[in-house]
């Protein structure tokens, strides 16, 4: 008997060093990564004009990385506050601490006005800073990974645009172990990155704007830990609380009783287009419980286009059912 708990004791202990040594090894470890590209991007004119395109509407950078008036519908961006970094991720976004999105205006104090070019387009794809230290994935690296070279080459000249303001966010703070787990998060690329051209290709375009504009990302739920559910893309459910209040995403699949198995093209595109007056200056105060985190405003930049092949796409996901109520704060319509 006494052997045998000898022998437990000691395959116990051999466990807890083993465990301190793996916790030990992540510590020292460095995320996956290659070093940044050397090369200098050209400042072009098309590559300016879509770049403030993605930056300001498709992959809607500047809600998370500027002031927002959360009062008012649709979280306008505070004047003057465009890019200088704000949006703080707590615990109601699944994250252990506190994460600042930075300032990425050209401020070379607290933005990216010392980064190379290839350390910003790193940053974007690959999820690690500067210093080759890990991006907390809040930072949508994994989504912007299939963003094409000549997309994130025009979102990095139009960054270099932005009016340098000098301004910084606090440090971030992230509880163990998920500092360390962290680490294994970004992940380099293995090669060029293309989309698909939607002369010929307008439902794969249209799953390539989903994936970049965070469609894909907000309107999928996720477990406690911030990962994705499998097979529940498209349906819906994640909730999220901020100062603007709490959502619940809705389902986007083309269920006879969700919005997509009811709501026809040009309905879908309208409903886009109906915010495009909206502006930080006269966006209205929301209703108690009916302000949205669903990025309305920059959205309804959207070309018609652009905004049909997102509902092309749509309509091929398979229509599965998940009603959710996506203001479950809003006092209901009786009381
Ligand atoms: C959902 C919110 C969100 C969106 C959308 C978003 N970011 Fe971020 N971003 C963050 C957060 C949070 C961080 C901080 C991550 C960290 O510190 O670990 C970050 C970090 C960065 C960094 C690294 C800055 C630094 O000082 O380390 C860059 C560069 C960046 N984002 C650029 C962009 C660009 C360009 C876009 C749009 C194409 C974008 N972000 C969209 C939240 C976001
Ligand atoms: C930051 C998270 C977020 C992103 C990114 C996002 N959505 Fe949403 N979306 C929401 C939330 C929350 C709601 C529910 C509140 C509302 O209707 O305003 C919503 C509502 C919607 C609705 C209304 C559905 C209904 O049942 O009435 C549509 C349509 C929609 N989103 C499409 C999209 C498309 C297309 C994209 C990408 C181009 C997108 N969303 C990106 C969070 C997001």
């Known amino acids: 008997m006494k052997k045998l708990i000898r022998a437990l004791l000691f395959t116990a202990c051999g466990f807890v060093v083993l465990a301190g040594l793996a916790v030990a090894a992540l510590a020292l470890r460095r995320p996956a990564q290659r070093p940044p590209s050397a090369e200098r991007i050209e400042r072009t004119p098309d590559r300016l004009a879509r770049g403030a395109y993605l930056v300001e509407h498709v992959s809607d950078c500047l809600t998370c990385h500027s002031e927002v008036q959360s009062d008012r519908w649709g979280l306008p961006l505070k004047p003057g506050t465009a890019g200088q970094g704000g949006f703080p991720f707590g ?14 205006t050209p401020n070379p104090a607290h933005g990216l006005g010392s980064w190379t070019d ?92 989903s994936i ?40 986007l699949t083309p269920h006879p009783d969700a919005y997509l198995g009811r709501a026809t093209k040009a309905e879908f595109v309208g409903r886009f287009k109906s915010f495009v007056s909206l502006t930080g200056d006269n966006a209205p105060v929301a209703p108690k419980g009916r302000n949205t985190i669903m990025p309305w405003l920059p959205l309804s930049g959207l070309t018609e286009d652009d905004l049909g092949m997102l509902y092309d796409f749509l309509k091929t996901l398979p229509p599965i059912e998940n009603k959710v109520n996506p203001f479950p704060d809003a006092p209901s319509p009786a009381s």
């Not at 615990?91 to 990425?104: L, R, T, W």
Request: charged fraction near 25%.
């Open 91 to 104: 615990k109601e976004f699944a994250v252990p601490g506190v994460v600042c999105a930075q300032n990425i």
């Open 212 to 251: 970049i504009g965070g469609c894909h990302e907000c309107h999928t739920p996720h477990d406690d830990k911030g990962k994705l559910l499998p097979k529940k893309d498209y349906t819906g459910g994640w909730e999220m609380k901020g100062p603007w209040g709490r959502n619940i995403t809705p389902n």
């Open 118 to 209: 290839g350390e910003v387009l790193r940053a974007l794809r690959e999820g690690v800073d500067k210093n080759g230290d890990a991006l907390f994935p809040m930072m949508p690296y994994q989504d912007y990974r299939s963003m094409s070279d000549e997309d994130a080459k025009s979102v990095l000249v139009y960054l270099r645009t932005l009016a340098p303001v000098n301004h910084s966010v606090p440090a971030k703070k992230l509880d163990f172990p998920v500092n360390l787990f962290v680490k294994l998060v970004p992940k380099p690329l293995d090669g060029p990155v293309t989309a698909p051209d939607p002369k010929t290709d307008r439902i794969g375009y249209g799953r390539y704007l």
